[in-house]
T-cell receptor
């Protein structure tokens, strides 16, 4: 158990819809990162939030956006869903640059 | 933009030590070596990390060569539950992300 919880665990959406994924970080951690993992590949960094500000972003389009709340929980929002957005979405929490702990992920299927 | 090279797969006998190699020949002085593993359909699990000294914890040992261009993760007594994809990641001290490569698929056989 890492103390990082994600919801929902599974989700099915239709192409063009919008989705919000949620992450509750480990107690004491002020940094949340989001990753996308397509089937058979390693996780790819989407972005990171530190104290409610976006702190870095990977090669993902603007329709991927996020929020971090004062309690350091976080949301990942994806607009205009595409079939290729089907993946496991992972949230990781840490204390800034220290080791990161991952949640179990949300499996998103876009049909 | 992964900076490490790992074998694609390896097998290990249950109860024996598993030695997982990783090459990171372009590592710079302030970059750490991190190891994570991912059991099927679960989130990655932190194993261990180090800068230049060898490290040991309850899960594994990390041996880093003196020139820091390669390292080995050692699982001392592999069990069936250690079957997973193991990722070796090089990360700077001020780097905000983990760059995952393809990892090594380790299969522990009875």
């Amino acid at each position: 158990e890492t103390g990082v919880t994600q919801s929902p665990t599974h989700l099915i959406k239709t192409r063009g819809q919008q989705v919000t994924l949620r992450c509750s970080s480990q107690s004491g951690h002020n940094t949340v990162s989001w990753y996308q993992q397509a089937l058979g590949q390693g996780p790819q960094f989407i972005f990171q939030y530190y104290r409610e500000e976006e702190n870095g972003r990977g090669n993902f389009p603007p329709r991927f956006s996020g929020l971090q709340f004062p309690n350091y929980s976080s949301e990942l929002n994806v607009n205009a869903l595409e079939l290729d957005d089907s993946a496991l979405y992972l949230c990781a929490s840490s204390d800034r640059f220290s080791k990161a702990f991952f949640g179990q992920g949300t499996r998103l299927t876009v049909v | 933009d992964a900076k490490t090279t790992q074998p694609t797969s390896m097998d290990c006998a249950e109860g024996r030590a598993a030695n997982l190699p990783c090459n990171h020949s372009t590592i710079s002085g302030n970059e750490y070596v991190y190891w994570y593993r991912q059991i099927h359909s679960q989130g990655p699990q932190y194993i261990i990390h180090g800068l230049k000294n060898n490290e040991t914890n309850e899960m594994a040992s990390l041996i880093i060569t003196e020139d820091r261009k390669s390292s080995t993760l050692i699982l001392p007594h592999a069990t069936l539950r250690d079957t997973a994809v193991y990722y070796c990641i090089v990360r700077g001290g001020g780097d905000y992300k983990l760059s995952f490569g393809a990892g090594t698929t380790v299969t522990v056989r009875a």
